[in-house]
């Protein structure tokens, strides 16, 4: 998975359901069409499937297939491993403004306001 396959998904494992194309394309702040070129090449790879919008035959929902829950496992367990290695490397000495962030990476809460700042950078405005 790469790191753009990865922010996709991080949104979609967000949500219970399937999420609209566009809602993405905001949430990533990225254009409908690269939203599009990603999805596809997701869908090719077996990480993402989608379905036609019931109220809007021209927007697709799009989820995580298992294998695409899977794959985004695994990315959240790398990055905590190597946020764990870094902690570690950083021992007793460390700033603790950069250990707590660290703890939270570990955590790999969404709910975190740090994911919140990465997801939508505006955020830190409010």
Known sequence: MTAMQA???WILSTS????????IAVTLGLSQAGVSRMVHRMRARGLVETDIHPSDARTSLVGLTDHGKRQWDLVREQV???ATELSEALGANGSG?????LTRVRRLDERDAWFEALRNPLSILS
Request: proline letters at 21%; a positive charge; charged letters at 25%.
């Open 97 to 101: 403004r950069f250990r707590e962030d």
């Open 7 to 9: 922010r996709f998904a």
């Open 16 to 23: 219970p359901w399937p999420i609209p194309q566009p809602n």
């Open 80 to 82: 905590a491993a190597v």
